[in-house]
């Protein structure tokens, strides 16, 4: 084939501007790091590497929600260990009160700090997080939870309880509205409760006791009525009797699949009623036993109600404490999630990184040698260029 | 008897010549589009004798070209398609780059605004994380503005280069059929000599055009050249033209429509013109441009009422209804000037789910409306009859057409090419952002049983119950009233829908229990409307609800990534193909220098010889001189 002057020169600069361009390419790869320089370099990998992008964003921030999380559900438990603490103080004390030996004094000091640990319950109720907000309001995080009025202690706040999202399909609760810790405490022993009728004149004391038979039990509002010193009925809420018997001290009653303790000497005409738990806020059981402390009246039948409401307190300190157990273990096996989903978070958003770096990332030991490539072809385009352009017959007619 | 002295002075001017062609080739040997020349030498007729035929000499019959045409064709084409992918790559991989900016893109800002609002989610009652939503929300909007003026930044700038090859091409016609009439008249003045220079010259502009748009060309008995553009549409015809020129389309809208006109007839050449810069700006418009344009808008459109249903679906702190967060402009509706009709035509956005990203033309034929895609042409399944009453509705738009509508009237509809542009945020206080749920739900401290109640999503915003008190009473343990009506069977964790609003009972109810749906009021901790609304940028809400907005985007950009990238490639291997075409060219058309060197010593030692041979006549005079006079 024919070569023109123009096409050797020509084809020799397409040649070396073609070397360049490669060898500018190569070292931009070099100089960034990236094997994509624009998404037309690889379309797919971009693409995919943007959806991986957004998803380990999506991790980042779940991971920053964890954390809140976490902070939030441990700042609810360490309160909450107060609220058990104080629970248990109390508890002691109505055990120490139920104790015939006390004296009025003692007694008069036991009710003091009742009321001093009612006061420390409901300022661990109205905890605030670092950001101002109740703990124990629910969604009303900026009302105070719980506030002392003439009717007792009320509950401003509602039962909204707030999630947080600490993965793509998982959300946790960030703390339990202040309802279900101390509001809806049942009573007696979750199913019924008893109390001994204020006119007795007996030293009848009345115990909780449990439910023997699950199918038998049916929740009503029974009295038992002593019609002698020995005899008693049972007479649910319609007035019909359901059961009568022969009190022997110590002896346990049962009706129905109910089963109660009655000790001392009911006089005939004394009742004691047994009725379905209700929810009791633990305040009114703190106040109700602080009430009952000041009003002991020191004659038999006087001490046999005061032991009977004690027992009943006692009973409703128990189902409270149960109940903030039940939110701590609640709040401890969320603590758990939430560590579970952090470390499978940080598992995935590892592998995220690693396969976006994959995508993205440039093989240094590749693109260096292919650099040197490059430049070894660029020197060699460059002195074929000079030595060619020497070529020419002109330059032999002298 | 033959005349040798004549028979040399033959040979001395032909060889002159033969030089001067030479140093002709020689002095152009870097002119572009330049074809080397070369003297046709021949023996001049025989003088008959009776001893034979004896030569009378040489001449040149003519200085011809060496040129190919079809490889010039070829080149042209070459040129035609090279020129059209290089117009095409320079904008794409401008607004691929565009797209994969982290700094312009949407991604990093969905990012943000994901960000921001999950962090409105962890602290609703934040004035700090409710502005940061704001700000957020703000950078969103911004860059959808931001892409959205730099792709018509690059719709100007095609329009811009598309009026400036308009005008190369006029002014190229010009001077073709300039050259044409020069051709013709030195053609025929020379007696039939071919006016090289002249037709390498008219070449050269040839190659110029097919840069600019691909043409045909045929050559005419005369000499003079017709060039032909598009289908067939006469550019140049011997001494006359035609000139193109841009205008504005049926609907005065958008990209303008390039027509033909002059001495030689037209009309419209937009869709068969193709190939060179002119094609290479149209296809990029068509092929990338508008899809991007349509796209974005399509995501905005889409974040916009989305984002909007779910904000109004939540209360803000002061407990009012969300209401808009996002504003849009309605879809743009453009009337052709064709119209004789008066009627004004309106559209607004419907399901964004169904959202496409095209355009559309209604048009009424007298008794019915049909509705085509303007990209693909293709009928568009509509319901409704038009009236404000039953808007036609389809793809995500409803069309309202006003009185006065004339068979024939045709109307363009643009639900999201500019959408992305007037996308603005219409919530400025912090307060507003609707974090919360309008109700919250509760179990009365009476209840015996163990059951509990759920909100589950608001499913009416506007249901004038909405923030009024419900009761869910069960009347035994198995049966349910509301607000003391009803008896409805119950089964744990099934949706009970009441006044607008979606919850479920789960667990054992003990007849007697309540359960209540009540207006949220202070509930400013309260962030489940806030978990939705971090929702809607990565919930399937486009395309019929396959792809969520950041999956949106991110189609966008492998879609003009890939549409990059196939022009790269194939514009390497036009690349190619046109250096391929003109070294193939230039091996028959272009000057070697060594060749001319060689030429110049042969027509040199021609001359010598000839010269010499001036020299033997006159030896041969003085001879016969000489002899008479002694």
């Known amino acids: ?398 | 008897m033959p005349d040798f002295l004549n028979t040399a002075l033959t040979g001395l001017l032909t060889f002159q010549r033969s030089l001067a062609v030479t140093s002709h080739n020689i002095a152009n040997v870097n002119t572009p589009g330049y074809s080397r020349q070369r003297p046709d030498l021949a023996a001049l007729p025989a003088q008959r004798t009776g001893q034979g035929f004896i030569g009378q000499g040489v001449e040149i019959n003519q200085i011809s070209r060496v040129s190919d045409g079809f490889l010039n064709t070829q080149l042209q084409v070459s040129l035609s398609e090279q020129n059209r992918l290089e117009a095409f790559e320079s904008l794409a991989s401008r607004i691929d780059n565009l797209l994969a900016d982290d700094s312009i893109g949407l991604n990093s800002a969905t990012r943000e605004f994901f960000a921001g609002l999950q962090a409105l989610a962890d602290n609703p009652s934040s004035a700090n994380a409710r502005q940061v939503v704001l700000s957020q929300a703000d950078v969103l909007v911004n860059r959808f503005s931001t892409l959205q003026s730099r792709l018509n930044g690059a719709q100007d700038e095609v329009q811009g280069r598309l009026q400036g090859a308009v005008d190369d091409v006029n002014a190229l016609a010009v001077s073709i059929a300039d050259l044409n009439q020069s051709i013709v008249e030195s053609t025929s003045a020379a007696g039939g000599q071919p006016p090289n220079d002249l037709l390498d010259q008219r070449d050269a502009l040839i190659n110029q055009l097919s840069e600019l748009v691909s043409v045909r060309t045929v050559i005419q008995s005369d000499g003079s050249m017709n060039v032909f553009i598009g289908s067939g549409q006469p550019l140049v015809a011997g001494l006359q033209f035609n000139q193109l020129s841009l205008s504005d389309g049926e609907f005065g809208q958008g990209f303008p429509e390039i027509r033909l006109g002059g001495a030689l007839g037209g009309g419209l050449v937009t869709p068969s013109v193709s190939g060179g810069l002119i094609g290479g700006l149209l296809d990029f418009q068509r092929e990338l441009l508008l899809p991007a344009q349509n796209t974005l808008g399509q995501t905005a459109v889409a974040l916009a009422l989305e984002f909007n249903d779910q904000h109004r679906l939540g209360v803000d702190l002061q407990g009012a209804l969300g209401g808009d967060f996002f504003a849009l402009d309605p879809p743009l509706v453009a009337n052709s000037f064709n119209n004789t009709g008066s009627a004004t035509v309106t559209a607004s956005y419907g399901n964004a789910a169904d959202l496409v990203a095209a355009d559309y033309v209604l048009s009424f034929d007298g008794a019915n409306y049909s509705l085509t895609r303007t990209d693909t042409g293709a009928p568009v399944a509509f319901t409704g009859t038009g009236t404000a009453a039953d808007p036609i509705i389809a793809n995500g738009i409803s069309i309202e057409v006003g009185a006065g509508i004339a068979a024939g009237d045709r109307f363009l509809v643009r639900p999201t090419q500019n959408a992305a542009a007037a996308i603005e945020r219409v919530i400025n206080d912090t307060n507003r952002v609707a974090a919360a749920a309008p109700v919250t739900t509760s179990i009365r401290s009476i209840n015996l049983g163990n059951a509990t109640i759920e909100f589950e999503e608001v499913l009416d915003i506007n249901d004038s119950n909405l923030l009024t008190t419900t009761t869910i009473d069960f009347i035994t343990d198995t049966t349910y009233s509301i607000n003391g009506a009803g008896s409805f069977a119950y089964t744990s964790g099934a949706p009970i829908d009441v006044n607008g609003v979606r919850v479920s009972v789960s667990g054992t109810p003990v007849a007697g229990d309540q359960f209540l749906v009540q207006p949220n009021s202070a509930g400013v901790g309260d962030n489940r409307n806030a978990l939705f609304l971090a929702e809607v940028t990565s919930r399937p809400t486009l395309n019929g609800g396959s792809l969520s907005i950041e999956e949106g985007y991110g189609q966008l950009v492998t879609r003009v990534g890939t549409l990059t990238r196939q022009t790269q490639v194939n514009l390497e291997a036009q690349s190619a193909i046109t250096n391929q075409a003109e070294q193939a060219q230039l091996a028959v058309s272009g000057v070697n220098l060594d060749e001319e060197a060689a030429n110049l010593v042969r027509y040199q030692q021609a001359y010598q010889a000839a010269a010499q041979l001036i020299s033997v006549a006159d030896t041969l005079f003085q001879t016969i001189l000489s002899s008479v006079r002694s």
């Not at chain 1, 931009?28 to 790091?33: D, E, I, R």
């Not at chain 1, 703390?175 to 009728?197: E, L």
């Not at chain 1, 989903?341 to 994959?358: G, M, P, R, Y």
């Not at chain 1, 030991?365 to 385009?381: C, D, M």
């Open chain 1, 1 to 398: 084939m024919r070569i023109s002057t123009l096409s050797l020169q020509q084809q020799a600069v397409t040649a070396i501007l073609d070397q360049q361009r490669q060898l500018a390419r190569t070292q931009l790869q070099v100089a960034t790091g990236e094997r994509i320089l624009s998404p037309s370099d690889d379309p797919i990998g971009t693409s995919r590497a943007l959806n991986l992008e957004q998803l380990a964003s999506q991790l980042e921030q779940y991971e920053v929600n964890n954390n809140l999380l976490v902070n939030r559900l441990s700042l609810s438990e360490s309160t909450l260990t107060q609220v058990t603490n104080v629970l248990q103080r109390v508890r002691e004390l109505a055990i120490q009160a139920n104790n015939d030996t006390q004296s009025a004094e003692g007694r008069r000091l036991i009710a003091a700090e009742v009321r001093e640990l009612g006061d420390e319950l409901l300022s661990l109720a109205n905890a605030q997080n670092g950001q101002g907000e109740y703990l124990y309001s629910g969604f009303r995080t900026s009302t105070q939870a719980f506030r002392r009025t003439d009717a007792g202690v009320i509950y401003n706040g509602d039962q909204g309880q707030r999630l947080l999202q600490i993965g793509s399909d998982r959300t946790v609760a960030d703390g339990n509205p202040g309802t279900a810790i101390f509001q809806f405490v049942p009573s007696g022993n979750g199913r019924f409760t008893t109390t001994a009728a204020a006119g007795n004149t007996g030293t009848g004391i009345i115990a909780t006791g449990s439910v023997v038979d699950t199918a038998l039990f049916t929740p009503d509002n029974y009295v038992i009525n002593f019609l002698t010193a020995t005899d008693y009925e049972v007479v649910d809420s319609g007035g019909a009797t359901v059961s009568t018997g022969t009190y022997v001290d110590g002896n346990t009653i049962e009706f129905l699949g109910t089963q109660v303790n009655i000790s001392g000497a009911p006089d005939p005409g004394d009742s004691f009623g047994v009725n379905p738990s209700v929810n009791t806020p633990l305040f009114s059981t703190i106040d109700n036993l602080a009430a009952n402390l000041e009003q002991y009246s020191d004659s038999p039948a006087g001490r046999a109600i005061f032991h009977s409401g004690l027992n009943a307190s006692i009973d409703n300190l128990d189902q409270g404490i149960g109940v903030v157990l039940n939110v701590r273990t609640d709040l401890g096996s969320r603590l758990t999630s939430a560590e579970t989903q952090e470390s499978l978070n940080s598992q995935l958003s590892i592998d995220l990184q690693a396969t976006i770096s994959e995508i993205r990332d440039l093989d240094y030991a590749e693109a260096v040698s292919r650099l040197n490539i490059q430049l070894t072809g660029l020197q060699a385009a460059q002195q074929a260029f000079a030595r060619v352009q020497n070529l020419s017959l002109f330059n032999f007619l002298r």
